[in-house]
């Protein structure tokens, strides 16, 4: 069985009183092992951007880890100053 990945505790950094940064954290599991994978969002007017990815384990699966980077952008996304979410630059 197989648990939904859980985007939770994003913290934003201000500069100049307008949001600037997004770190949110969302819980992975692999069998009974959870992990924890910090994503960074850079705020550019109303958009925020996919600037980092910081995997809890040794290395990030890209194609496997698409649950987890549509939970980090929903949960950002969901924030009042947000008004769209980059993933990855063109």
Do not use: C
């Given at each position: 069985?197989?648990?939904?990945?859980?985007?939770?505790?994003?913290?934003?950094?201000?500069?100049?009183?307008?949001?600037?940064?997004?770190?949110?954290?969302?819980?992975?599991?692999?069998?009974?092992?959870?992990?924890?994978?910090?994503?960074?969002?850079k705020m550019?007017?109303?958009?925020?951007?996919?600037?980092?990815?910081?995997?809890?384990?040794?290395?990030?699966?890209?194609?496997?880890?698409?649950?987890?980077?549509?939970?980090?952008?929903?949960?950002?996304?969901?924030?009042?100053?947000?008004?769209?979410?980059?993933?990855?630059?063109?």
């Amino acid at each position: 069985m197989s648990r939904e990945p859980d985007a939770r505790s994003p913290t934003v950094t201000y500069a100049n009183a307008e949001p600037s940064r997004i770190n949110i954290t969302v819980a992975r599991w692999e069998g009974d092992m959870r992990y924890a994978d910090e994503y960074t969002f850079k705020m550019d007017g109303s958009t925020a951007v996919l600037k980092t990815i910081k995997p809890d384990a040794e290395n990030y699966h890209v194609q496997s880890s698409e649950a987890q980077r549509q939970a980090a952008a929903d949960a950002v996304g969901e924030l009042p100053f947000v008004q769209a979410v980059a993933m990855f630059d063109d």
